[in-house]
Nanobody, 115 residues
Framework: QVQLVESGGGLVQAGGSLRLSCAASGYIFRLATMRWYRQAPGKQRELVSAITSGGSTTYADSVKGRFTISRDNAKNMVYLQMNSLKAEDTAVYYC?????????WGQGTQVTVSS
């Protein structure tokens, strides 16, 4: 079955950096678009970034120029490099993929940015 496991969250000061990782298993990773979402307290879950099987990337306007998504198909991993972090980036970050009609999520990793 499809499994997604995030790691790399933590507490960081504003202006700092974190790198999130998502380990995927149970499907043909290299064929799937991978996404990072986040959900802040009291807010709806929002799409942060996505990377297609071909390596094309998209970003939310709020993170453009600061976050970089990447994937390693040999390791079945997707990453989110987050630089110049702001207090408003504080949220639980989720890895997501869609595969054969199913929508799959990891358990999430907490990112807290102190100002």
């Amino acid at each position: 079955q499809v499994q997604l496991v995030e790691s790399g969250g933590g507490l960081v000061q504003a202006g700092g950096s974190l790198r999130l990782s998502c380990a995927a298993s149970g499907y043909i990773f290299r064929l799937a678009t991978m996404r990072w979402y986040r959900q802040a307290p009291g807010k709806q879950r929002e799409l942060v970034s996505a990377i297609t099987s071909g390596g094309s990337t998209t970003y939310a306007d709020s993170v453009k120029g600061r976050f970089t998504i990447s994937r390693d198909n040999a390791k079945n991993m997707v990453y989110l490099q987050m630089n110049s972090l702001k207090a408003e980036d504080t949220a639980v970050y989720y890895c997501n993929t869609a595969w054969y009609g199913g929508d799959y999520w990891g358990q999430g990793t907490q990112v807290t940015v102190s100002s």
